[in-house]
């Protein structure tokens, strides 16, 4: 692999090249691109930020590589909040699956440390066709570094806005009642600030920073302690205790899923 790119971040370069190692070792000459973006290079990493990969291949990938670089990947991550080791989130496209651009594309394989207990029983997920690439080559093409390969606006189109608003809805719709967020509190009510504020300015930024933009809405004021709660977890100044206001937490999925589907479907 090439010399680690001096637009990453230090304090992730080793961790990041090994990653890269990795992925060249399964992937082989089918690996086309490799690109960090995520608050690694728009935003700054927080305590709990993830590194994010996007890993775009020639072709599909068979069963086989999917199982030993899944398996290969879990050495060089490590759960969020873990000394020395930040968690992985790496998602693999094909490049025919995804250029010309049509909605919804499909996702050759996602790494990440909700998957870790299923990776080590063996269980393996397929590809599916998946709603969120919209946002995040939205936000790979319009912030991310090339670590293998040419920047991400040469590689993949410009999603339209129909279809990123699409995309939107079709992310909250999965979150219906308190089994779709146990356990994920913090980074749902996250995910919906920043959803809310893509919503309603069609930009896309940080988790903290859509946070900060949502609680000077007084559309939000009735939740604000559910979104400070968050923040404060994501930003390592708090204990993430979500979990014991479950009321709160419900209250606000519910008033943030209407304030995004209000948005994205108001004539524009």
Not at 56 to 62: A, F, K
Not at 116 to 144: C, F, M, W, Y
Not at 166 to 174: F, H, K
Request: charge should be negative; hydrophobic fraction near 50%; include cysteine.
């Amino acid at each position: 692999m090439a010399e680690m790119n001096e637009y990453v971040p230090v304090e992730i370069r080793a961790q990041v090249s090994a990653a890269c190692t990795a992925l060249n070792r399964h992937l082989g000459d089918a690996l086309l691109g490799v690109h960090l973006f995520g608050s690694a290079v728009d935003g700054g990493l927080k305590p709990f930020s993830d590194i994010d990969l996007l890993v775009t291949v020639e072709d599909r990938v068979p069963q086989s590589v999917r199982r030993s670089l899944m398996v290969d990947l879990l050495h060089v991550s490590a759960p969020p909040g873990s000394a020395g080791l930040r968690a992985l989130e790496v998602t693999v496209l094909a490049l025919p699956e995804v250029v010309p651009w049509r909605y919804a594309p499909r996702r050759e394989l996602q790494f990440g440390e909700w998957l870790r207990a299923d990776i080590v029983a063996g269980v393996i997920e397929g590809p599916v066709n998946d709603p969120d690439l919209a946002i995040l080559l939205t936000k790979a093409r319009q912030h991310s570094v090339a670590l293998v390969g040419e920047a991400a606006n040469g590689w993949f189109d410009a999603v339209p806005r129909a279809d990123l608003v699409r995309a939107l809805l079709d992310t909250v719709a999965q979150w219906n009642g308190p089994d779709d967020w146990a356990g994920d509190e913090c980074n749902i009510v996250l995910a919906l600030a920043r959803i809310w504020y893509t919503a309603s300015t069609g930009g896309i930024v940080s988790k903290d920073h859509a946070a900060a933009w949502l609680l000077d809405r007084g559309e939000a004021a009735p939740h604000r302690a559910v979104i400070e709660k968050a923040r404060a977890a994501y930003l390592g100044q708090a204990r993430d205790e979500l979990v014991r206001h479950p009321n709160a937490v419900a209250a606000f999925v519910v008033h943030a899923r209407q304030a995004i589907e209000r948005l994205c479907t108001a004539p524009r």
